[in-house]
């Protein structure tokens, strides 16, 4: 079974940072295409990075410089390194595989919140 | 960046009804766009992937259409558990990603 559990979410001040870890079973990270999508309290959904099979990542304008994405293939493990926090970073944050390959996200975890306050 | 507009922002329907809810993209991007549902304080969930290709295991009565610009997700009978938000997505180049601002399919 296909399970995605996130991890690492908490209350942080304004200029800090926090890594998230999204622990998979039932399939291999490292040969799926994978995503972080956020969604701010009341909001929609944004996406915010993906990492290829092939270790290619991909940000969102929104984050670009200040997150990181990766993997731990031995863990089979997705993370999000967020650094220079923002208030508007305040999100529910899901990771989030594409098995198809092409963009849509077919497993979703439950999610982590990240609250950015002082 | 691409911008996806959902409309409408909410929908009343009964059960049984015949819904339609349509994305409009910005500029082109083929056939690559996704739908999803979404119930309140859980995770997404996959309808419809590529613009009318339906998700395994997702009932037959979501369907999708579209290309270009334009696209709209059907659902041909109202059930109970439909009621939720949905959200389309767009994934023309993977740097670009975007997400309609939802739509809101609420009991009449």
């Known amino acids: 079974e296909v399970q995605l559990v996130e991890s690492g979410g908490g209350l942080v001040q304004p200029g800090g940072s926090l890594r998230l870890s999204c622990a998979a079973s039932?399939?291999?990270?490292?040969?799926?295409?994978m995503s972080w999508v956020r969604q701010a309290p009341g909001k929609g959904l944004e996406w915010v990075s993906v990492i290829y099979s092939g270790g290619s990542t991909y940000y969102a304008d929104s984050v670009k410089g200040r997150f990181t994405i990766s993997r731990d293939n031995s863990k089979n493990t997705l993370y999000l390194q967020m650094n220079s926090l923002r208030a508007e970073d305040t999100a529910v944050y899901y990771c989030?595989?594409?098995?198809?390959?092409?963009?849509?996200?077919?497993?979703w975890g439950q999610g982590t919140l990240v609250t950015v306050s002082s | 960046d691409i911008q996806m507009t959902q409309s409408p922002s909410t929908l009343s329907a009964s059960v049984g009804d015949r819904v339609t809810i349509t994305c409009r993209a910005s500029q082109s991007i083929s056939s690559w766009l996704a739908w999803y549902q979404q119930k309140p304080g859980k995770a997404p969930k996959l309808l419809i992937y590529d613009a009318s290709s339906l998700e395994s295991g997702v009932p037959s009565r979501f369907s999708g259409s579209g290309s270009g610009t334009e696209f709209t997700l059907t659902i041909s009978s109202l059930q109970p558990d439909d009621f939720a938000t949905y959200y389309c997505?767009?994934?023309?180049?993977?740097?670009?990603?975007?997400f309609g601002q939802g739509t809101r399919l609420e009991i009449k």
């Open positions: 039932g399939f291999t990270v490292s040969s799926n295409y």
């Open positions: 989030a595989r594409d098995s198809h390959g092409s963009g849509s996200n077919d497993y």
């Open positions: 997505q767009q994934y023309n180049s993977y740097s670009l990603i975007t």
